[in-house]
């Protein structure tokens, strides 16, 4: 999914390496996993178009969206379709989080406060949106367990955050193939009950790798409600002017 | 009968000091327990009003299921004609149509998310006092107005004033991006830290084309007569609207549940503080009766060699109990009965209290009224009445005991 950013800095990296030297194996190893499969999402850049489909029992609502990241800190998502909502946008740098409608004209920028909120109406929070990288640097890794399915190896990683790490999460528990596809992704509140989950249901090659084509993220309570998102087309590791990530270009699009 | 109950009445002034006493403690009591109650019971029927009074009205009409969770929506149809009829019917003081959402709200620089109601400008102050606590500027114009009233608090963190625009975005009916631009004309001081904060009011017309709701609303808020016809208000909503049969009629204690939890919680620790007083006056009781007893074992020792039955002689010792107690709270209820009326037609205020009622748009809060009702009134004296005769069959039953030989010996 396109903000799947991971915030792997060159310090962190370090921090993380010099980690790997005095931690034991299995805990390298999970965090080695965990940042694989986050640099998988999105390589050094990528433009990708997807659908995005908010079901509810009684309603259902599909969107499709073109969007643009570059490093781990920086993405533009625009909306396409339908018409209505057609040039929305959301710009992230960082944690910084800003929403453009063409029918106002304006650029908001996303306070603090509203990060819990939804986002576009989805399943996603606008926290989960800026934020899903921080689980590189923000949480201890474990492996679980080593599985194996459709011929594939499959890492079972529990992640529980570090005890100053500003998320609302219990834990989180990952399943992830030996190709570094994500295959599912569970989120525990304090209390370590399953709250979300995100599920893979399609994994194919596009723009040259392996990815995740269709995701699936539902509360565990209510499965007759999810967000599901498809991968239309989407291209790794080119050139993306760093103009893009800019208001003006969130405002007045150019790329 | 009749000289058993000279007996008593002579008994009784046969020690004045400390029938006075006794008489004196239950009067007080009395007096607190009379003149309390209904004015706890007052001081509950203001905060009732005055919280019911900012926003949520007597009773609303909403779609099952969105009071626990507010999804825009979980809309009713068509809610403006439902309004119009109930408001046709006559039968309810103020009836007012709500669209309600959640919404980002941005001045340019600062941007903080808001609750945001369309309202109908010309109803919505029969069941809301916020569109009389708008402090500058004015209230909304008309049902289709471009314009917003928002809380003092979020004006200041938005760093607005009268005339200001203010971008709005958030999520539609349809799950479109709903986003206007609207110029602040009016900003309310509710004194709710909450409403001041995180509210703001845009007509309903305004806030259906927004938010893409077509014809549908979230909420009619009515209000009726007093808070106490609950019943027969919401027995009148059921009959007016037995045809419809998408949405759900709540009352207030469903509206505001934290409300009803605050008295309950006050009323416990308040019956406690009651408890006590009571049982204070029934030790007092208590060891007059037992002194009675012990001086006078000879003189019942007499009675019984004459041959009055126990039976007798606890009937008499029953009789003072009850004439001193009765004298307690003729007292009482005399003095404290003159109390609560004269805080009734005077009301009772501290000071202070007048400016914040102005201030908050609620006259009928400068001054608290006892609740005058007889359950008010009666419980304290009753309580009284009841646990002393109870307690008074302590030091009866020691007469059962007595023999009439031995209890003459006893000095």
Same mark, same amino acid.
């Given at each position: 999914m396109f903000p799947r950013i991971t915030r792997t800095t060159m310090l962190t990296a370090l921090t993380v390496f010099n980690l790997a030297s005095i931690a034991p194996a299995q805990a390298l190893d999970a965090a080695a996993i965990i940042k694989a499969a986050m640099d998988q999402w999105r390589g050094t850049s990528s433009h990708s178009t997807m659908s995005m489909t908010i079901h509810r029992p009684d309603w259902e609502r599909t969107m499709v969206m073109e969007g643009w990241t570059a490093g781990d800190k920086k993405s533009l998502v625009r909306v396409l379709e339908p018409k209505k909502d057609a040039g929305n946008g959301t710009l992230l740098i960082g944690d910084n989080m800003w929403t453009f409608s063409p029918k106002v004209n304006r650029v908001i920028k996303i306070p603090s406060s509203m990060m819990n909120q939804s986002w576009m109406g989805s399943d996603f929070s606008n926290k989960d949106i800026a934020r899903s990288a921080d689980i590189i640097d923000q949480y201890h890794h474990s492996l679980l367990e080593t599985q194996t399915a459709d011929g594939h190896k499959v890492y079972v990683i529990q992640s529980v955050p570090k005890e100053d790490a500003p998320v609302v999460w219990g834990k989180e528990v990952l399943r992830i193939r030996d190709d570094y596809v994500l295959l599912e992704h569970t989120f525990f509140d304090q209390d370590m009950k399953p709250v979300k989950r995100m599920k893979t249901s399609k994994v194919g090659m596009m723009g040259g790798r392996m990815v995740a084509l269709q995701e699936r993220m539902a509360k565990i309570e209510t499965k007759d409600e999810y967000t599901e998102f498809k991968m239309l087309s989407a291209k790794f590791d080119i050139s993306v002017p760093g103009s893009t990530f800019t208001l003006s270009n969130l405002r007045n699009p150019r790329f | 009968m009749g000289i058993v109950f000279h007996l008593a009445w002579r008994n009784l002034w046969r020690n004045r000091r400390r029938t006075w006493l006794t008489a004196g403690a239950i009067a007080f009591s009395t007096i607190l327990l009379v003149l309390w109650v209904p004015i706890q019971f007052g001081a509950y029927e203001i905060m009732i009003n005055a919280s019911l009074a900012v926003f949520p009205g007597h009773a609303q009409i909403q779609r099952p299921g969105y009071q626990e969770k507010p999804k825009i929506r979980n809309a009713i149809d068509n809610a403006e004609t439902l309004a119009k009829k109930l408001r046709a019917s006559n039968q309810f003081v103020g009836v007012a149509t709500r669209a309600q959402g959640f919404a980002l709200l941005s001045s340019g620089t600062r941007s903080y998310g808001a609750q945001v109601v369309g309202v109908e400008p010309v109803f919505e102050s029969g069941t809301s006092s916020i569109p009389g606590l708008v402090k500058k500027g004015r209230y909304l114009s008309g049902i289709d107005a471009q314009e917003m009233v928002i809380g003092a608090a979020l004006a200041r963190n938005l760093k607005i004033k009268i005339g200001d625009e203010v971008t709005l975005i958030g999520g539609g009916k349809d799950g479109s991006v709903a986003a206007a631009i609207l110029p602040v004309v009016g900003i309310f001081e509710s004194g709710s830290n909450?409403?001041?904060?995180?509210?703001?009011?845009?007509?309903? *017309?305004?806030?259906?084309?927004?938010?893409?709701?077509? *014809?549908?609303? *979230?909420?009619?808020?009515?209000?009726?007569?007093?808070? !106490? !016809?609950?019943?027969?208000?919401?027995?009148?909503?059921?009959? !007016?609207?037995?045809? =419809?049969?998408?949405?759900?009629?709540? $009352?207030?204690?469903?509206?505001?549940?934290?409300?009803?939890?605050?008295?309950?919680?006050?009323?416990?620790?308040?019956?406690?503080?009651?408890?006590?007083?009571?049982?204070?006056?029934?030790?007092?009781?208590?060891?007059?009766?037992?002194?009675?007893?012990?001086?006078?074992?000879?003189?019942? $020792?007499?009675?019984?060699?004459?041959?009055? =039955?126990?039976?007798?002689?606890?009937?008499?010792?029953?009789?003072?109990?009850?004439?001193?107690?009765?004298?307690?709270?003729?007292?009482?209820?005399?003095? $404290?009965?003159?109390?609560?009326?004269?805080? *009734?037609?005077?009301?009772?205020?501290?000071?202070?209290?007048?400016?914040?009622?102005?201030?908050?748009?609620?006259?009928?809060?400068?001054?608290?009224?006892?609740?005058?009702?007889?359950?008010?009134?009666?419980?304290?004296?009753?309580?009284?009445?009841?646990?002393?005769?109870?307690?008074?069959?302590?030091?009866?039953?020691?007469?059962?005991?007595?023999?009439?030989?031995?209890?003459?010996?006893?000095?």
């Amino acid at each position: 999914m396109f903000p799947r950013i991971t915030r792997t800095t060159m310090l962190t990296a370090l921090t993380v390496f010099n980690l790997a030297s005095i931690a034991p194996a299995q805990a390298l190893d999970a965090a080695a996993i965990i940042k694989a499969a986050m640099d998988q999402w999105r390589g050094t850049s990528s433009h990708s178009t997807m659908s995005m489909t908010i079901h509810r029992p009684d309603w259902e609502r599909t969107m499709v969206m073109e969007g643009w990241t570059a490093g781990d800190k920086k993405s533009l998502v625009r909306v396409l379709e339908p018409k209505k909502d057609a040039g929305n946008g959301t710009l992230l740098i960082g944690d910084n989080m800003w929403t453009f409608s063409p029918k106002v004209n304006r650029v908001i920028k996303i306070p603090s406060s509203m990060m819990n909120q939804s986002w576009m109406g989805s399943d996603f929070s606008n926290k989960d949106i800026a934020r899903s990288a921080d689980i590189i640097d923000q949480y201890h890794h474990s492996l679980l367990e080593t599985q194996t399915a459709d011929g594939h190896k499959v890492y079972v990683i529990q992640s529980v955050p570090k005890e100053d790490a500003p998320v609302v999460w219990g834990k989180e528990v990952l399943r992830i193939r030996d190709d570094y596809v994500l295959l599912e992704h569970t989120f525990f509140d304090q209390d370590m009950k399953p709250v979300k989950r995100m599920k893979t249901s399609k994994v194919g090659m596009m723009g040259g790798r392996m990815v995740a084509l269709q995701e699936r993220m539902a509360k565990i309570e209510t499965k007759d409600e999810y967000t599901e998102f498809k991968m239309l087309s989407a291209k790794f590791d080119i050139s993306v002017p760093g103009s893009t990530f800019t208001l003006s270009n969130l405002r007045n699009p150019r790329f | 009968m009749g000289i058993v109950f000279h007996l008593a009445w002579r008994n009784l002034w046969r020690n004045r000091r400390r029938t006075w006493l006794t008489a004196g403690a239950i009067a007080f009591s009395t007096i607190l327990l009379v003149l309390w109650v209904p004015i706890q019971f007052g001081a509950y029927e203001i905060m009732i009003n005055a919280s019911l009074a900012v926003f949520p009205g007597h009773a609303q009409i909403q779609r099952p299921g969105y009071q626990e969770k507010p999804k825009i929506r979980n809309a009713i149809d068509n809610a403006e004609t439902l309004a119009k009829k109930l408001r046709a019917s006559n039968q309810f003081v103020g009836v007012a149509t709500r669209a309600q959402g959640f919404a980002l709200l941005s001045s340019g620089t600062r941007s903080y998310g808001a609750q945001v109601v369309g309202v109908e400008p010309v109803f919505e102050s029969g069941t809301s006092s916020i569109p009389g606590l708008v402090k500058k500027g004015r209230y909304l114009s008309g049902i289709d107005a471009q314009e917003m009233v928002i809380g003092a608090a979020l004006a200041r963190n938005l760093k607005i004033k009268i005339g200001d625009e203010v971008t709005l975005i958030g999520g539609g009916k349809d799950g479109s991006v709903a986003a206007a631009i609207l110029p602040v004309v009016g900003i309310f001081e509710s004194g709710s830290n909450e409403l001041d904060r995180f509210f703001s009011e845009i007509p309903l *017309h305004t806030f259906q084309n927004i938010f893409s709701m077509g *014809h549908s609303a *979230h909420a009619i808020a009515i209000v009726g007569k007093t808070v !106490e !016809e609950q019943d027969s208000l919401l027995t009148a909503l059921r009959q !007016e609207t037995k045809d =419809r049969n998408d949405i759900v009629i709540l $009352g207030w204690e469903q509206l505001v549940p934290g409300l009803k939890e605050g008295i309950q919680v006050d009323k416990v620790s308040g019956f406690i503080f009651y408890g006590i007083l009571i049982a204070v006056v029934v030790f007092s009781i208590l060891n007059t009766f037992l002194m009675s007893v012990l001086e006078r074992t000879r003189e019942f $020792g007499l009675m019984l060699a004459l041959g009055s =039955r126990p039976k007798r002689i606890a009937m008499l010792m029953m009789l003072e109990s009850t004439l001193l107690t009765l004298m307690g709270l003729i007292i009482g209820m005399t003095i $404290g009965s003159a109390l609560v009326y004269w805080v *009734h037609i005077v009301g009772f205020a501290y000071p202070g209290m007048e400016d914040l009622a102005q201030q908050y748009n609620m006259p009928g809060l400068s001054r608290l009224y006892p609740q005058l009702d007889l359950f008010n009134f009666l419980i304290g004296p009753g309580s009284i009445f009841i646990a002393t005769n109870i307690v008074a069959w302590i030091p009866v039953l020691r007469i059962r005991k007595l023999e009439p030989v031995e209890a003459m010996r006893t000095i």
